[in-house]
């Protein structure tokens, strides 16, 4: 059965220190994986895409990592607005969603 | 932000009545998708569509039906209300192939009592 594994549940980080949000995943046929930030109440805004294995995205203070069985979401040096869930999706011949990292930064 | 604009953005129904959520979106994507989203479970597809007068089923589709009469509206009906359709749902969109990148709306808080 395909499935998307996050870790950890939750993180709370000191302004400044870095860390790593990981996603794992067991599926069939990988045609993509993407990460996605949430705000409470609000809908997922896309972050990445990656394709295959060894390929890197950076945005700001993300980056994004993928290797054959897990993707990485680095974050460097983090600000209190970077505080949101994120959420990873695998795209076999569906799109299945990870339950998320939540993320609190505090100064 | 992606034009898509769902409505309402709260709504409180009784078991049994039938509950309609409309999808808006002004980019002309071919793909729309209605999700719900609920602790412990991520975000589930309900229902998916590839066009006008073109849907299909997703994993969690019992007890919900869609239309989609214009490329720009993705409706969502829930027949007959249940407890356990109490959720939050999220409409997408995508430009290219079915599982691209989607953009999401701002989601409808629905509670059934």
């Known amino acids: 059965e395909d499935q998307v594994t996050q870790s950890p549940e939750a993180l709370r980080l000191q302004e400044g220190e870095s860390s790593s949000l990981n996603c794992s995943y067991t599926?069939?046929?990988?045609?993509?994986l993407f990460w996605y930030r949430q705000d409470p109440g609000k809908g997922p805004e896309f972050l990445f895409t990656?394709?295959?294995a060894g390929e890197e995205k950076e945005k700001e203070r993300l980056k994004a990592t993928l290797t054959k069985k897990e993707s990485f979401l680095h974050i460097t040096a983090p600000k209190p607005e970077d505080s949101a869930t994120y959420l990873c999706?695998?795209?076999?011949?569906?799109?299945?969603f990870g339950t998320g990292t939540r993320l609190q930064v505090f100064p | 932000d992606a034009g898509i604009t769902q409505s309402p953005r709260h709504k409180v129904t009784e078991t049994g009545t039938p509950v309609t959520l409309r999808c808006h979106q002004t980019?002309?994507?071919?793909?729309m998708y209605w999700y719900r989203q609920d602790p412990g479970h991520g975000l589930r597809l309900i229902h998916y569509?590839?066009?006008?007068?073109?849907?299909d089923k997703g994993e969690v589709s019992d007890g919900y039906s869609v239309s989609r009469s214009k490329t720009e509206d993705f409706l969502l009906t829930l027949e007959s209300a249940t407890s356990s359709q109490t959720s939050v749902y999220f409409c997408?969109?995508?430009?290219?192939?079915?599982?691209?990148?989607?953009?999401f709306g701002q989601g409808t808080r629905l509670t059934v009592v």
């Open positions: 980019e002309n994507h071919r793909y």
């Open positions: 599926v069939s046929g990988l045609r993509g």
């Open positions: 999706a695998v795209n076999t011949d569906k799109l299945i």
């Open positions: 997408a969109i995508s430009e290219f192939a079915e599982n691209t990148e989607a953009f």
């Open positions: 569509s590839y066009g006008v007068k073109d849907t």
């Open positions: 990656l394709y295959s």
